[in-house]
């Protein structure tokens, strides 16, 4: 209730929307996460596990053979999943484990990669939208009182 702004990821749909403007009439921005790989990954064949759902997964590899030049092998939402996870590692064939830093991350990925000696690189999750955040943010901020 006393929030200046509210960023929605994953589509604002309008039962969303009337629910926040009954709470409070602010700016709401629809955001998008987008994965940037800490390393670069430009020609690498990649495999990308994180906790996205699956209706997302072909956006996310097309950003990162577009944004960041890798050939995406596979791309997993099971992150949150260890057992799914585990099963599904045992099919992947990439060079690189993408992966964000959350869930099954280390205790399953990474040990994955370090058993088949393969490359880890972590990935940070970037927002993405149609309207200017930074801008949206800036209106936020106030203007120092003077002393």
């Known amino acids: 209730m006393i929030s200046d702004l509210v960023l929605v990821t994953g589509g604002a749909d ?7 403007a009954q709470v409070n009439d602010i700016p709401v921005v629809p955001v998008e996460l987008r994965p940037r790989p800490v390393e670069p990954v430009t020609g690498r064949r990649v495999a990308y596990f994180s906790t996205a759902p699956a ?3 072909d956006t996310l590899r097309s950003h990162l053979a577009e944004h960041h030049g890798a050939e995406v092998a596979h791309v997993s939402g099971n992150l949150a999943a260890r057992e799914a996870l585990r099963r ?4 992947v064939d990439a060079d690189v484990y993408l992966v964000e830093i959350k869930a099954a991350a280390i ?9 088949r000696g393969r490359e880890l690189v972590f990935a940070d999750n970037e927002l993405v939208s149609d309207t200017d955040l930074g801008a949206q943010l800036r209106a936020l901020a106030k203007e120092p009182a003077l002393k």
């Not at 205790?107 to 058993?115: C, G």
Request: charged fraction near 35%; avoid cysteine.
């Open 14 to 20: 309008e039962p969303l929307l009337e629910a926040i």
């Open 55 to 57: 209706e997302v997964h």
């Open 107 to 115: 205790d399953v990925v990474a040990e994955a990669a370090l058993e």
């Open 88 to 91: 599904e590692l045992e099919q």
